[in-house]
Each structure stands twice: as C-alpha cells, then as structure tokens.
C-alpha cells in the first residue's frame, strides 16, 4: 500500500511539474528558469521520497531519529543552494531589501545593543518588543551565540524544521493506526518542497509552524487522552509563543476547538471535561497575553488586537496588489467563506507576471507544487472526516483550524499565498493520512 500511495504522490507532483513549465512556455515562448529549476527538484525529491521508503521497516523511535538527521542534512544544503540562487539571481543573499533583509538587520541590531545594554527587551528597539518580535529575537539569540552571519537565522529555521517532524508523527499517530502510514506521512512531510524552501529562507514561517505543530500536538493529546499538566503546559508555551509570530492564529485555533466541543459531545461527563478544556485554554489565552501587555513586551491588548485586524479589512492600504480585495468592502467579506474554500484548489499563484525590470527568485514555485500533489488526498480526507465528523473529533478540529484559518485570510491576496498559507499547508499534510489508509 504505501508503495502505490507513494507512487501516485509522485505522479502528481511530476504533473504539475510539468504543467507549469509547458504552461509558462505557452505564454512566454521560452522556458522559464523556476519551472525548469522546480521540475528537475521533483524529479530529486522523487527519487529521494522512492529511496527513503525502506526505512519504513524500522522501529518508531529509530524511524524518527533516522528521519530528523537526514532532514536535517537535506535541509543544510537547501540553505546553500538558494543562497547561491539568491546572490546570483538577485545580487544579494536575500529574496529582496524586504522582510528577509529587514529580520536579518533588526537580529543584528538586537545583538549590538544586547552587547552594550545587556540582555533585555527595549522597546526603543525595533522589533524587539511586540508581535513581530519573535523571529528577530530568535535569530539574535542565535547570532550572538554562533556569530553575525546571514546563514545563522536559516540554520536556526532547519533546526526548528527538523524539530517538527516528532510532533507531527505523533500528531499522526492519533489519525491513523497503521504504522506503515504513519511513517509515510513523515517522510512526505520531512521532504515536502513546502517546508524545505521556507526553512531555507531568512524568514519566521518556519519557526511558526513548530510552535503551531506544538499546539496542534497538544489539543490532540487532549482530545486522546484528557487533561494533564503536560498538555496545559504545552498549550500555553506555544499560544505565547505564537503571541511573537502571528497572533492572529489563535483565534482560529481557539473557534476550532469551541466548535468541536459543541459538535462532538459523546456524553454528559465527555461534555463537561471537553468545556473545562476549553475554558482553561481560553484563561491561559487570557493570562498570557494580559501578562505579555502588562510587562511591556506587547503592545495592544487581545480585544484591542483583534478589533484593528477587523478594522484593516476593507481598506486599500491593508494589502496591496492587483488583486487587492480590500477594493471589494464588505463584498470581500460575504466572498470569504467562498474564497476560503476554493483557495484550497486554485493553482493560480503558479503563472504570476512579475515585472521585468525586477530581479527576483520565485520561491512560491515549488512549495506550491507540492502541496498540489497532495491535495487530491486531503480533498478526499476532508470529505470523509466530515462525513464521519462524529466518529473523528481530531479530524474535526483540524479541518475547522484549516477553514477557519483560511476564512481570516479572505480579505486579502494572502489567501493565495503559500507563505502566509503555510499554517493550513501544515494542516492539510495531517489531514491527509486517513485518505491514505482508504481501498
């Protein structure tokens, strides 16, 4: 079984593969270099993925272990290529003077004045203090301890990437109780074009989606197992964390679980400990960020947070483009749960006319075709687990995450964007095992 599934995931990643390169020849009459270059990285991941499977065959623990060093080395030599790609393409290591270059010089910054203030949060300081802090604080922390270098943030996001994979298998393992599967589904996660471009970037996705597997982990756990300190202690970690990421992801995560508690209730005793659950980690939402507020570290509080991301919506100046849906008002907002689900399906990012005076390397190419190649198998996972919604509340909550998540991006292009979409790619790799374990 694993053998044809693997293969079919093959197939399709050939596809699109190819798909986008005859595509991109149609329209220009020339062969674009990012298909071409993503083509022949499918090829690679191809026979790495077809390679790899016969390591299925070892114990769980071994597995992982052997899956996170290999990982780990295959993501090393990603940050090296498109570093070059970088430099050769743009002239710069970085994908432009954006949010690369930005986090890159904000770390610096923070080591600098760490170096002569001391250790501390100033909110004088960019990126510092506040809800984008996270990421550059993290790469300071790493600069300081292995030296100013551009490479040490993106070895940092390989380290957090491979740090992943134990919380994903074992996230799995409540979805499917086939080894076999379970392994497999690991093994597409650790090589998955998606997860490998962005741990070789300079940029904070990559850790985001540690602390979102962390908590995905966590509320799973729950739902197996019930309360314990282990699961409240994890929770609570890694919503603070996303605090310094992307706060927005919490209230996403925080419906998901309301509605699963409400739509999957098995008896009256299940009931009450689903809503202790859920009020727990709604205080532990509340303490955490009333905390983060008061010391200074953030600088709105939750309900303050909130209220202007929904006021953004609408506006021109929230996002910016051609396809700006802000210019829709209130139509953007009735076309969001539309959006949210089509976007699931649409290849749209794939061919985009990028401007031909502009140097640029166009990483969304193979993240992109990646996640088209699984999503035959998490369409037919999403239909089954709602189908069965009773039967499988982990399943539930993990399509209400991916819904959700995507009905918050509908106000704007980043709906369409593999990078700001990363969270619900990571979603839609869980909710794609039980489709594999299906005749």
């Known amino acids: 079984m694993t053998s044809s599934i693997l293969t079919l995931h093959n197939r399709y990643l050939l596809c699109f593969a190819l798909m986008a390169l005859l595509f991109g020849l149609a329209i220009n009459q020339s062969i674009y270099p990012v298909a071409l270059y993503s083509l022949i990285l ?43 790609l970088m430099l050769d393409t743009v002239g710069i290591p970085f994908l432009s003077y954006k949010d690369d270059y930005v986090y890159n010089e904000a770390a610096t910054k923070i080591v600098g004045v760490w170096n002569t203030r001391g250790f501390g949060f100033y909110r004088d300081i960019s990126f ?17 301890a292995f030296g100013d270098s551009h490479l040490v943030p993106r070895f940092l996001n390989v380290l957090f ?11 799995i393992r409540y ?45 799973v756990n729950f739902f197996a197992k019930g309360i314990n300190t282990k699961n409240i202690l994890l929770v609570a970690f890694s919503m603070g964390a996303l605090l310094f990421f992307r706060a927005a992801i919490l209230l996403p995560y925080l419906v998901a679980i309301f509605l699963c508690t409400v739509l999957v209730r098995k008896n009256q005793s299940s009931s ?43 506006q021109a100046e929230a996002y910016q483009g051609s396809n700006d849906l802000g210019k829709l008002g209130v139509i953007a907002l009735l076309l969001g749960p539309i959006l949210a689900v089509f976007s699931l399906f649409l290849p749209t990012p ?28 998490v369409t037919v996972s999403l239909l089954y687990l709602l189908k069965h919604y009773r039967a499988h509340k982990i399943g539930l909550f993990i399509i209400g995450f991916l819904i959700l998540y995507k009905l918050g991006q509908a106000g704007g292009k980043s709906i369409l964007d593999s990078r700001q979409s990363l969270p619900a790619i990571y979603a839609a790799y869980l909710l794609r095992t039980p489709s594999m374990g299906m005749n």
């Open 161 to 171: 990437s491979t740090l992943t994979i134990p919380f994903y298998f074992a996230t």
């Open 128 to 144: 510092s203090t506040g809800f984008y802090s996270g990421y550059p604080n993290f790469s300071a922390l790493a600069k300081l």
């Open 42 to 84: 499918a090829v690679l991941f191809i026979i790495l993925l077809s390679l790899y499977r016969f390591s299925i065959q070892l114990e769980p623990l071994h597995f992982v272990l052997l899956l996170m060093l290999s990982s780990l080395v295959f993501k090393v030599f990603a940050v090296l290529i498109f570093e070059y």
């Open 175 to 219: 979805l499917t109780d086939k080894d076999a599967l379970t392994k497999l589904a690991s093994i597409l996660l650790a090589f998955s074009p998606a997860f490998v471009v962005y741990s070789a970037l300079q940029l904070k996705d990559t850790i985001l989606i540690f602390f979102v597997a962390s908590l995905i982990y966590g509320t």
């Open 272 to 314: 009450f400990t689903s809503v202790l659950w859920v009020g727990l980690v709604v205080l532990c939402f509340y303490l955490i960020w009333e905390y983060l507020y008061s010391s200074g570290l953030l600088s709105l509080t939750g309900e303050e947070y909130f209220n202007s991301r929904m006021e953004q919506r609408g």
């Open 350 to 377: 794939t061919y985009m006319e990028l401007d031909p005076g502009m140097n640029t390397v166009a990483y969304h190419y193979l993240p992109l075709l990646g996640y088209y190649a699984i999503l035959p198998m």
